[in-house]
């Protein structure tokens, strides 16, 4: 009996550490999806989905697109 209560106890101890010491998954409410897209005016080509997280997130979403000299105009679809 005394070894339930230990194995109990024990088991209570590890998840109340667990809980403080693990992060919270509000950094994941900063990530998206981008994907680089690609306009010449007669075809769009996407590339390849990628997971963006933070400032790095915002930063392409709000990016502005850019246009080179042979008309390809380059942007980012975040979602």
């Known amino acids: ?22 992060p919270s998954c509000d950094f994941l409410q900063d990530c998206g999806t981008c994907e680089e897209v690609r306009d010449d005016g007669t075809d769009i080509t996407y ?9 790095a997130f915002y930063s392409l979403a709000d990016s502005d697109p850019v246009t080179d000299n042979n008309g390809v105009t380059t942007y980012w679809n975040c979602y």
């Open 47 to 55: 590339g390849p989905s990628q997971l963006v997280c933070g400032d």
């Open 1 to 22: 009996m005394l070894a339930k209560k230990r194995i109990v106890r024990l088991f209570a101890g590890m998840c109340i550490l667990s809980a403080f010491a693990l």
